[in-house]
């Protein structure tokens, strides 16, 4: 679907739970909220990750940089002290159960003019929602997924899942030489509802997690002779007052770990 206002954009997530929005029309929804003007310096930044050291299968095809920020009234942007990341077993039986920390999103990029306008617009979008929510816990991931003739990369390695927050926002970067990565979105029986690729720098996915699965195939690479990466940004609102998310078995809101 195409979506070019907020409202439709809100209409789209209260009805089905997605929404997917292609580039052009992202673009102008972000303009809308605020400047891009520094996006080739942000896009950049996804050439200065480090690998994801964490791993239970031990793979090494993923690099990623976290930060965490707190917006109050809808407006106020606050990014906060490092923090590890957390997932309980039950979102993420690969990875969870453990405190991880990775390295922080560089305070450039982390306060840089495009960075501002995506989270203003998904504070914007998610408050319109979820109105009674006074303050959100946002988390932010920069992941870039790289394969190569040997190994085949894992934006989702957790297969299709939940995130355990609320709001989830999927924005590609950069997609160069890569086959695969299609998006699956599927009800909460895990019955695929559509499918789609994030192919153009700015396609994106805004999703309810509440009432969605997400998931995106392994990527290869088109020419084998050359590697391939899928750079993506990954946001995720929860409502502050739910507390922290270490509770194990609790089905507590958790923090994203695929893309």
Not at 90 to 98: A, E, T, V
Not at 104 to 112: D, N
Not at 194 to 208: I, R
Request: charged residues 20%.
């Amino acid at each position: 679907m195409t979506v070019i206002a907020r409202s439709s954009l809100s209409r789209a997530l209260s009805g089905p739970g997605f929404a997917f929005v292609p580039a052009a029309s992202m673009r102008s929804l972000l303009q809308q909220s605020g400047s891009l003007i520094d996006w080739t310096d942000f896009a950049a930044s996804w050439n200065h990750l480090d690998i994801d050291e964490h791993m239970a299968d031990s793979g090494r095809y993923r690099r990623r940089r976290h930060a965490i920020y707190r917006i109050e009234g809808g407006a106020a942007i606050v990014r906060q002290p490092h923090q590890p990341h957390y997932q309980a077993r039950n979102y993420n039986p690969l990875n969870g159960g453990k405190d991880r920390w990775f390295s922080p999103v560089t305070p450039e990029i982390g306060a840089c003019a495009s960075l501002m306008t995506i989270l203003g617009l998904c504070g914007s979008c998610f408050g319109a929602l979820s109105p009674a929510t006074r303050v959100w816990h946002v988390e932010i991931h920069q992941f870039r997924i790289f394969a190569n003739l040997d190994t085949a990369g894992q934006p989702t390695p957790e297969g299709m899942h939940r995130d355990g927050v609320d709001y989830v926002f999927i924005l590609l970067v950069d997609r160069a030489n890569v086959r695969g990565g299609t998006t699956t979105i599927a009800d909460l029986r895990k019955r695929p509802l559509t499918s789609f690729v994030l192919a153009t720098p700015l396609d994106a996915v805004w999703v309810d997690d509440a009432r969605v699965y997400h998931g995106v195939t392994p990527i290869k690479p088109l020419d084998k002779t050359a590697s391939a990466h899928r750079d993506a940004l990954v946001v995720t609102f929860r409502n502050a007052a739910y507390g922290d998310a270490s509770a194990e078995l609790s089905g507590a809101p958790t923090v994203a770990d695929g893309v």
